[in-house]
Nanobody, 122 residues
Framework: QVQLVESGGGSVQAGGSLLLSCAAS??????MAWFRQPPGKDLEFVAA????????KYADSVKGRFAISRDNGKNSVYLQMNSLQPEDTAVYYC?????????????????WGQGTQVTVSS
């Protein structure tokens, strides 16, 4: 079992930046991902990174604006979000699993954080 705790959410104006962090309670060889749920919509994939960071995947909607990274020494994964737009408004969730068959599928992740709200105003 591992617990995930997200932080760094908040309210920004369009064009602004935020850094989300996700701290894991234990050191494991987990692949990590960020998902988000916009108001009134389904959960959607944002970005994922494998245990050693050798593979990174992004949703098309965030490519070139968001960057995922991790620090295994700190059991943490990060999401740097730049050029934020109102459509990025959502609750952002961190997820982890040791063997997801697909990095971009929420059903493949066993462990989830509680979520952090990101609100982007125009």
């Amino acid at each position: 079992q591992v617990q995930l705790v997200e932080s760094g959410g908040g309210s920004v104006q369009a064009g602004g930046s935020l850094l989300l962090s996700c701290a894991a309670s234990a050191s494991r060889n987990y692949h990590m991902a960020w998902f988000r749920q916009p108001p009134g919509k389904d959960l959607e994939f944002v970005a994922a990174i494998t245990w050693k960071g050798s593979t990174i995947k992004y949703a098309d909607s965030v490519k070139g604006r968001f960057a995922i990274s991790r620090d295994n020494g700190k059991n943490s994964v990060y999401l740097q979000m730049n050029s934020l737009q109102p459509e990025d408004t959502a609750v952002y969730y961190c997820a982890a699993d040791d063997q997801p068959s697909r990095l971009d599928a929420d059903s493949e992740y066993t462990f989830w954080g509680q979520g952090t709200q990101v609100t982007v105003s125009s």
